[in-house]
C-alpha cells in the first residue's frame, strides 16, 4: 500500500510561480512512474506532468509544456511539480499519482493522492 500526500498549494497571482510536493509513504516508491493530473472546477481530470521511476525521463500536457516541470528524488520518496508562469486557467486540484506503467495511464494508476488547490488571480 502506497499512500501519497500533496502539499504546497495556494493562491498565486498570475505569472507567479508555485512548487508542489508530494510524498509517498512506503519503501516502494521508486517502483512507480509518477504524475500529476488536475481537476479545474466543473472539468474532467486532465493529465499535466508524468516522470519515470529511474527520474531520466518526462512529458508533459500541450497547455503546460515549457511552463512545468517535474522532478522526483526517489531518496526522498518524493515527486515536485515546479509551476511557473502560471495562468488563471491553471486553477485547479492537482493531484499525485503512482502508476505501474510508463507513459502513465489513468487505467494503470493503483494510488492517488488527495489533491492539493491551486489558484491562479488575475
Known amino acids: 500500500q502506497v499512500q501519497l500526500v500533496e502539499s504546497g498549494g495556494g493562491l498565486v497571482q498570475a505569472g507567479g510561480s508555485l512548487r508542489l510536493s508530494c510524498t509517498a509513504s512506503?519503501?516502494?516508491?521508486?517502483?512507480?512512474?509518477m504524475g500529476w493530473f488536475r481537476q479545474a472546477p466543473g472539468k474532467e481530470r486532465e493529465f499535466v506532468a508524468a516522470?519515470?521511476?529511474?527520474?531520466?525521463?518526462?512529458y508533459y500536457s500541450d497547455s503546460v509544456k515549457g511552463r512545468f516541470t517535474i522532478s522526483r528524488d526517489n531518496a526522498k520518496n518524493t515527486v515536485y511539480l515546479q509551476m511557473n508562469s502560471l495562468k488563471p486557467e491553471d486553477t485547479a486540484v492537482y493531484y499525485c499519482?503512482?502508476?505501474?506503467?510508463?507513459?502513465?495511464?489513468?487505467?494503470?494508476?493503483?494510488?492517488w493522492g488527495k489533491g492539493t488547490l491551486v489558484t491562479v488571480s488575475s
Open positions: 499519482a503512482a502508476g505501474l506503467g510508463y507513459p502513465i495511464s489513468d487505467y494503470d494508476i493503483p494510488y
Open positions: 512506503g519503501r516502494t516508491f521508486s517502483r512507480y512512474a
Open positions: 516522470i519515470r521511476r529511474s527520474g531520466d525521463s518526462t
